[in-house]
């Protein structure tokens, strides 16, 4: 069993940044990876960025490619999300995710346990 807890969320002006933060408990954190994924009102959710077991490998999506970077620490069991250049597009709820079979994934992974989710909100 794997249990995740975002923290972080909230308002923050257009071109600004936000970091968000899940904290991971349960099964070996560093065997496994990590993602973020988001849905915004009325959409489908979707793929946002992932990392690898030893945070070396990571991919993103291209809305937020070059933006955003995830990362984590495994001493902390906690995995990151730094927003910069915030846009409005960016509203949304944000979800982690683990793939606790893999030690890395993919967008399209087998991601296994959630957590409840953070709202992040950018005003223009």
């Known amino acids: 069993q794997v249990q995740l807890a975002e923290s972080g969320g909230g308002l923050v002006q257009a071109g600004g940044s936000l970091r968000l933060s899940c904290a991971a408990s349960g099964r070996s954190f560093s065997l496994y990876a990590m993602a973020w994924f988001r849905q915004a009102p009325g959409k489908t959710r979707e793929f946002v960025a992932t990392?690898?077991?030893?945070?070396?490998?990571?991919s993103y999506a291209d809305s937020v490619k070059g933006r955003f970077t995830i990362s984590r620490d495994n001493a902390k069991n906690t995995v990151y999300l730094q927003m910069n250049i915030a846009l409005p597009e960016d509203t949304a709820v944000y979800y982690c995710?683990?793939?606790?079979?893999?030690?890395?994934?993919?967008?399209?992974?087998?991601?296994?346990?959630w957590g409840q989710g953070t709202q992040v909100t950018v005003s223009s």
């Open positions: 990392v690898n077991a030893d945070g070396v490998r990571t």
């Open positions: 995710a683990a793939d606790s079979k893999h030690g890395s994934s993919w967008s399209g992974g087998q991601f296994d346990y």
